[in-house]
């Protein structure tokens, strides 16, 4: 017999939000025939120290929608992989790049649990702020923004979120 508990609590517990800027995404299309390509460019990306902050892809009609976000200070050499890799034989299409920004947290049991990123995707919309991509890996949700709305995304997710509070102890002389 397989038991499941679920709970929710009015104030959804995190252990504290993450600021990434400074980034860039590319956003290309790929034809599903080529995914190993895509694989190879990102081996050798990471083989030469290209570190990569996020991925995440969806299928569409056309293959395969890949999107990376990078420091900006690598965008030069993303570009010179992707168009030495993918982009050499005409396989990939669409491509473009934005600059943004990404904010991530995680909380206790958030893989055991539904509604964190729609809550999370509410809050943002509730303060005006537009996601360019939300992603989630097991415990943790990546919010992609625009450049310049991390922190008002940050402002906006504390007032659904619970955040943990540093006390300081005062020791008795």
């Known amino acids: 017999m397989e038991i499941t508990a679920t709970y929710w609590e009015a104030r959804i517990k995190t252990y504290g939000f993450h600021r990434v800027t400074d980034l860039c995404l590319f956003e290309f299309t790929l034809d599903s025939f080529h995914i190993s390509t895509l694989g190879h460019a990102l081996?050798?990306?990471?083989?030469?120290?290209?570190?990569?902050?996020?991925?995440?892809?969806?299928?569409?009609?056309?293959?395969?929608?890949?999107?990376?976000?990078?420091?900006?200070?690598?965008?030069?050499?993303?570009?010179?992989?992707?168009?030495?890799?993918?982009?050499?034989?005409?396989?990939a299409v669409g491509s473009r790049v934005l600059p943004v920004e990404v904010v991530f947290f995680?909380?206790?049991?958030?893989?055991?649990?539904?509604?964190?990123?729609?809550?999370?995707?509410?809050?943002?919309?509730?303060?005006?702020i537009h996601t360019t991509a939300a992603a989630c890996s097991v415990?943790?949700?990546y919010l992609v923004l625009p450049?310049?709305?991390?922190?008002?995304?940050?402002?906006?997710?504390?007032?659904?979120?619970?955040v943990p509070r540093a006390f300081s102890r005062k020791s008795g002389g």
């Open 43 to 91: 081996c050798q990306m990471g083989e030469e120290g290209i570190p990569l902050v996020l991925a995440y892809s969806s299928g569409t009609s056309q293959g395969l929608a890949a999107r990376l976000v990078v420091p900006r200070l690598f965008e030069g050499p993303v570009r010179d992989r992707l168009n030495e890799k993918i982009y050499s034989g005409g396989e």
């Open 147 to 162: 450049e310049g709305q991390s922190e008002e995304a940050v402002r906006a997710l504390s007032e659904t979120f619970e």
């Open 139 to 141: 415990s943790c949700v």
């Open 106 to 128: 995680y909380g206790p049991h958030f893989g055991e649990r539904y509604g964190i990123a729609e809550a999370a995707l509410r809050a943002l919309e509730g303060g005006g």
